[in-house]
């Protein structure tokens, strides 16, 4: 799925970054989508072949940085339901 050397990274809220890192995933935590101009120079540095990111987390982002996202090839991003939206459907 990645080259050698390369780490998948996960991007979004502290809880999420957590539960990504235990897996050995390079977080970074950006609470909001607002802030992740803040945090896009370190996930360049790290130039990992996947990201993740929260579904909703990943929709707050403006739409033209979403759409160029969304198309990336490197790195790929995979959004993934948000895990209040898991227990709430329970």
């Keep these: 799925m990645t080259e050698e050397g390369q780490v998948p990274?996960?991007?979004g809220r502290q809880i999420f970054v957590d539960l990504w890192s235990l897996l050995g995933f390079a977080s970074l935590v950006c609470e909001t989508p607002a802030e992740?101009?803040?945090?896009?120079?370190?996930?360049?540095?790290l130039d990992p072949a996947l990201v993740v990111a929260e579904k909703r987390w990943f929709d707050g982002l403006h739409d033209s940085l979403k759409r160029r996202l969304k198309d990336s090839r490197s790195p790929v991003w995979l959004t993934l339901p948000d895990a209040a939206d898991e227990t709430e459907e329970k």
């Design 36 to 45: 992740f101009p803040a945090v896009s120079g370190k996930l360049e540095a």
């Design 9 to 11: 990274a996960v991007v």
